[in-house]
């Protein structure tokens, strides 16, 4: 059974830091594309960063600058580290793999919340 499992979500004040982690288990994910998403209250899912096999990155222009993807030496787990976040940072944060045949999966989500 193929499993995403995030990590790391919380309550930080603006400006801090957080370290979002999402472990994928069931199937090799080494060919995958990974990435996070996020969905705040009452606005639609929205890429955040992804990752490809061959370590290439893309940033949603919002948080340019401030957060950093990664893909753990095991190519199963990604990490997303967050710093100088803002309140328009809270939202529900997804994990999500795309498989070379278009077949994607998702994470549960984990919540982070950025307090003024």
């Known amino acids: 059974q193929v499993q995403l499992m995030e990590s790391g979500g919380g309550l930080v004040q603006a400006g801090g830091s957080l370290r979002l982690s999402c472990a994928a288990s069931?199937?090799?994910?080494?060919?995958?594309?990974m990435g996070w998403y996020r969905q705040a209250p009452g606005k639609q899912r929205e890429l955040v960063a992804t990752?490809?096999?061959?370590?290439?990155?893309n940033y949603a222009d919002s948080v340019k600058g401030r957060f950093t993807i990664s893909r753990g030496s095991a190519r199963n787990t990604i990490y997303l580290q967050m710093n100088s976040l803002k309140p328009e940072d809270t939202a529900v944060y997804y994990c999500?793999?795309?498989?070379?045949?278009?077949?994607?999966?998702w994470g549960q989500g984990t919540q982070v919340t950025v307090s003024s």
């Open positions: 999500k793999s795309l498989r070379p045949s278009g077949v994607a999966y």
């Open positions: 069931g199937t090799s994910f080494t060919m995958d594309v």
């Open positions: 990752i490809t096999r061959g370590g290439n990155t």
